[in-house]
């Protein structure tokens, strides 16, 4: 993840996470993080949670979350990986995403220029 994830964020779930082979956290369930403390044996475990199917904290690894309320204010997003409303935060992965978005839009108009004339190549000679 680019960032850190706080005690007191909310997060969805990537996808399901299993635990000893059982489904304990489902694709887009809430969770909040509780506290912060590396698993010795997993040290990218970190992220202490609360799972209702254990009724217990466990610990989730950055990767298989996705930020859903602002870390400065705490308002919830408007959609994950959006900007805050409240604040304007926005989220260093969702400006990476963008970024890769706006060179895919790049690339779309290059290719639809180079259709409109023609192709060939001849387009790129003027420059
Ligand atoms: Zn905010």
């Known amino acids: 993840m680019a960032f850190e994830l706080l005690p007191g964020d909310e997060c969805v779930m990537k996808g399901d996470f299993r635990h000893e082979g059982a489904i304990i956290f489902q694709r887009d369930q809430i969770v909040q993080i509780r506290d912060i403390s590396p698993d010795p044996q997993r040290p990218g475990f970190k992220y202490v949670v609360y ?11 950055g990767t298989v979350l996705i930020r859903i309320a602002c870390p400065n204010c705490r308002t919830r997003l408007t959609a994950i990986g959006g900007d805050c409303v409240n604040c304007g935060w926005e989220d260093p992965e969702s400006e990476q995403a963008k970024s890769q978005q706006s060179v895919a839009d790049f690339r779309k108009k ?12 001849d387009f790129y000679g003027g420059y």
């Open 51 to 61: 799972s209702p199917a254990l009724n217990a904290l466990v610990r989730l690894p």
């Open 110 to 121: 290059m290719w639809n220029r180079h259709n409109r004339y023609g192709g060939g190549g």
